[in-house]
Structure formats: structure tokens, C-alpha cells
């Protein structure tokens, strides 16, 4: 019998996405190459085949009005197939069922409280579409409980008697690299190995089964597509995309580069040659302080920061460096999150951490004292020692010197320990002043390069060079939808709190008033 074919992956990463092995898939790459519509067929693929009510999905946007373009695509393509599909449109329904038992749902989710619609249920196929409009990995992490499945080919062999595959487990997202998920997602799938290379997870568990402790492997990949695939493509809708004037996200779009600072609230000045020095000895004269944002089940921020008085400092490879005075420069920092983790806190009491703050002054002072035990290995801390003479308090978020009934406030518990915190601003309009003076002091580096001394003619602001953690989080913060003076504050954005706080910050010790 010859059989039509009514719909075709294309050569190259389409067909690739279709017939990868893999338990995770990330298809990525720029606008264009049919990745919702491999992600349709993907699930497709195994309609039919035996698994009746079995084979069961779900793709998720972050909001019902995106899921829109997914379903009209969906429309078009399982139709062609004729084979009794019907389109459940109601607010209640939004699925697809066949008359083999088999059901693909159109949700959507985006905080870890929306899982809770789902905990329970079989879901062997999960879709993710756009996944870096999500804010974290926790909603999608946690849908992984859900990718599961009872099927077990023994008790439903075929009419010929034969036995079906077990029924694959498998999450498929696709994306751009640009959102507010777009740091997570790419520490996810495009650091670890380059795209096409498979990452596999090798763990040992209690297999239900066969009743031992087994080895179990899981797989992820990215697979690259690009507009070029596609030969379907209007090359007006090419040039429209080549028109993009915000290069980051043009380059995100037409090259699908994740090379880009997505929509950024500071991508227009930050500069990584720039604004990132090599560590130098603090002259005496400068104030050196620290700020700090609190934070429990999620991140703790401590920042050391340097502000110059106009006096020069000497660089490692013997050139002076003479900012003008109230420039600040980031020294040293502790964040608490586990190391290859985000947003994720490290549950430390307040004592423990004014202990680790206690020790890192002294430290930085060149004091040469043993590192509390309660401190060892926590968090990601980059100093340092001897780089500077002494340590001032400086500003904390004003949260922590809330007291309850009999209790003492995060402050008090610190000042306990040797460690004190001033105030920090939060008056009404302080975010947006701070995001500005912030803003500022980046550009007065940047066009300080354009001048014959290449040093800026007022306050600037500096991050040290091993600074790592800093400077991998702050330059990718996106502006607020809703007040793009802002940063969006549903972000990893603890960095930038504890910077903010700084900037708007006037050391008592500096004698003159900078900002």
C-alpha cells in the first residue's frame, strides 16, 4: 500500500529534534526554523502506535494568551492528518484527543505554586514553549515528577502478540536566547557542552521493578536550528529581522547567540573590558565598607566595596589609577547560593552569617584568622586578603532590623557576632534613583575611555576581576515590563539589592557627599 505523506520534518535540526533519544530536549536557535512545529510532531509521533490513553501530554506557556499561536499551529498540522482528532476549545478543556485514547493539554504555569495543579498525574511528554519565560527552573523542574508513566508493555501486548517499547519519558521545550529565563536555561543546557552534545547524568536508585539499586542515566541535549533551514521562510520576514535596531536582540534572533544580555537594564553600558580591573592594593585613604541584602531560602548578598577619595592606586602591572573621588569599586563578595545553583538559599542562621562576614573583614584586612567551621564550603565566596587596611559597616536592607514579640532582629543577632549594618535607603523612589545613579556611574567609564586620560570625570563604578559571581548575574538583569526604569524584580536580583543600597550610600568616613 502506498501511504501520502501529509507532513514532513525538514532536513537538518527539525528531523534531528524528531528522532533524538534524549529525555530532555532543548530546541533553540533563532526565529524560524519550525520549532513549534517540531514540537507538535514530536508528540504526534507516537499517536496511534498502541499506547492509547497511555501516551499523554503537555505543553505550557506562562500565560494563557501565548499559548495562541501554538494552538492555531496545532490546528494546522494534526488536521491534515484526518484521523478523528478533535479540539476541545473551552477555557476548561484546551487539549486535543484522538479516538485511540491519547490527549495532548495546552496549560499554562510559571511559579512553583502553579505545579500543584498537576502533582499526581502522568504526563510521559512535557513541552515547554519559549522555556526562557521562565523566571527559574523550579516550575519546570518540578513538573519532572509528573513525566512518568504505569504503562508497562507486558500488559498490553498487541493482537499479533508482539510487545510495544516502554513508553518514552520526555520533556521538549523550545526557545530563543532572550528572556528573563535566559541565564538559567543557558547554565542548563549551553555551558555544560556545546549544542549537539548529549549530557549525561549517571545515578544510582531503587529500581520498584526489579527490586535492586541500579544504575539509571539521564539525558539532555540542546539541538541548534536556524532560519536558514527553512526554506518555507518569506525573506521579508528575514529582512524585518535584520532590521532590529537593539542589537542584542537581533543577535539573539538572527543568530541565536547566547552571547547577549537579554533586554537588559544595563546591557546598553556594560562593558566587561571596561568596567573589570585586576585586584589592587586599597589606598589607605579610601573607605571600604560592605552592604548586604538578607536572605534565607533564598540568596544572601555581601558585597565589599572601595570608594576612592581622588587619591591614585597603584594597579598590578604598575599603572596609576586615579579615579576621581566617589567612584566605587566592587572588592569582594559572598553570595549564599550553593555552588552551580540559582536563586537557591542556603537556609544559614543570621549568626552564621555575620560569623562568615566577621571573618572575610578581617581577612581583607590581611588578619590572618581561621575560618569558622560554620562557613566552610558555603556559598560563593571570591576575596581578596590583605587587599585593604579595615572594613566600616555600610548599608543593609532595612528588613533586618524588624524586631517580632521577644525577639531580636536579624541586626540585633549579627551585631551579636561583631558585625553591624547601617540602614540602607528604601525611601519611595529609591529603586528607580538607584537603578539611574547606578546607570550613571557605569557610563562615566564608558565615556571616560573617550577621553585623552581615558579616566572618567566623575563617580565611575569597577568590579574586580574575580568578582565572577557578580558579574555573571547583574550585566543580564531585564528591565521591568511594567516600569522599565526598573529592574524586573522577579529575578535573581539579590546582587543587584546590595549594590543598589550601596550606591545610594554615603559613607560617613568619605568627607565629602557624592552622590
Not at 586599597?282 to 533564598?298: L, N
Not at 570625570?457 to 574586580?464: I, R
Not at 576581576?465 to 515590563?481: A, K, M, T, Y
Request: aromatic share 12%.
Amino acid at each position: 500500500m502506498n501511504y501520502k505523506a501529509v507532513w514532513k520534518p525538514l532536513p537538518g535540526s527539525q528531523s534531528l529534534s524528531l528522532s533524538c533519544p534524549c529525555n530532555e530536549i532543548l530546541y533553540e536557535g533563532t526565529r524560524g526554523p519550525g520549532k513549534t512545529a517540531a514540537q507538535l510532531a514530536r508528540f504526534r509521533r507516537l499517536v496511534g502506535m498502541g499506547y492509547g490513553s497511555f501516551w499523554r501530554g503537555v505543553i505550557f506557556d506562562t500565560e494563557y494568551k501565548n499559548l495562541t499561536d501554538i494552538i492555531t499551529q496545532s490546528k494546522r498540522m494534526y488536521r491534515l492528518f484526518n484521523d478523528g482528532a478533535r479540539y476541545l476549545a473551552s477555557a476548561s478543556e484546551l487539549r486535543w484527543v484522538w479516538p485511540t485514547g491519547e490527549e495532548l493539554l495546552f496549560r499554562f504555569g510559571k511559579e512553583e505554586g502553579d505545579y500543584w495543579d498537576y502533582h499526581g498525574q502522568e504526563f510521559p511528554f512535557i513541552g515547554f514553549n519559549e522555556l526562557t519565560k521562565q523566571q527559574s527552573a523550579e516550575f519546570y523542574e518540578m513538573m519532572f515528577s509528573c513525566r512518568r508513566s504505569s504503562f508497562r508493555p507486558e500488559n498490553y501486548p498487541l493482537s499479533d502478540g508482539s510487545l510495544l517499547k516502554p513508553i518514552p519519558l520526555e520533556t521538549f521545550s523550545t526557545t530563543n536566547p532572550f528572556g528573563i529565563g535566559h541565564t538559567w536555561v543557558k547554565k542548563r543546557f549551553i555551558e555544560p557542552a556545546p549544542r549537539g552534545t548529549i549530557i549525561r547524568e549517571t545515578q544510582k536508585v531503587f529500581n520498584p521493578q526489579t527490586e535492586r539499586e541500579e544504575d539509571v542515566t539521564l539525558t539532555r541535549v540542546a539541538i541548534h536550528g536556524s532560519f536558514k533551514e527553512n526554506p518555507y521562510l518569506d525573506p521579508q520576514y528575514i529582512a524585518t529581522l535584520m532590521a532590529i535596531k537593539d542589537p542584542n536582540r537581533r543577535k539573539a534572533w538572527v543568530e541565536g547567540s547566547w552571547d547577549v544580555t537579554s533586554g537588559g537594564r544595563f546591557d546598553h553600558l556594560w562593558n566587561e573590558t571596561m568596567h573589570v580591573i585586576k585586584a589592587f592594593t586599597i589606598p589607605e585613604s579610601w573607605t571600604v565598607d560592605r552592604s548586604h541584602d538578607w536572605g534565607e531560602s533564598k540568596p544572601f548578598s555581601n558585597l565589599w566595596w572601595a570608594q576612592s577619595d581622588g587619591t591614585e592606586a597603584t594597579l598590578p602591572d604598575g599603572r596609576k589609577f586615579c579615579p576621581p573621588a566617589g567612584t566605587l569599586v566592587l572588592i569582594g563578595e559572598w553570595y549564599g547560593c550553593p555552588p552551580d545553583e540559582l536563586n537557591k538559599g542556603l537556609n544559614m542562621s543570621s549568626t552564621n552569617v555575620a560569623k562568615g562576614v566577621a571573618w572575610i573583614d578581617k581577612r581583607l584586612a590581611g588578619e590572618e584568622v581561621e575560618e569558622p567551621e560554620e562557613v566552610q564550603g558555603k556559598g560563593q565566596m571570591h576575596i581578596v586578603p590583605g587587599i585593604c587596611s579595615s572594613v566600616i559597616p555600610g548599608p543593609a536592607d532595612g528588613a533586618i532590623f524588624n524586631t517580632g514579640d521577644n525577639e531580636l532582629s536579624i541586626a540585633q543577632k549579627m551585631e551579636a557576632q561583631g558585625v553591624t549594618w547601617l540602614p540602607a535607603d528604601k525611601k519611595p523612589g529609591s529603586r528607580i534613583n538607584g537603578a539611574s545613579l547606578f546607570a550613571d556611574m557605569l557610563e562615566a567609564v564608558v565615556e571616560g575611555k573617550k577621553t585623552e586620560s581615558g579616566m572618567p570625570d566623575k563617580p565611575a563604578f569597577y568590579v574586580m576581576e574575580h568578582c565572577r559571581g557578580w558579574i555573571s548575574r547583574i550585566p543580564v538583569l531585564v528591565r521591568d515590563d511594567k516600569n522599565p526604569d526598573d529592574v524586573d524584580t522577579t529575578q535573581e536580583d539579590h546582587d543587584y539589592d546590595a549594590t543598589r543600597y550601596r550606591v545610594l550610600h554615603s559613607p560617613k568616613q568619605v568627607g565629602a557627599v557624592f552622590f
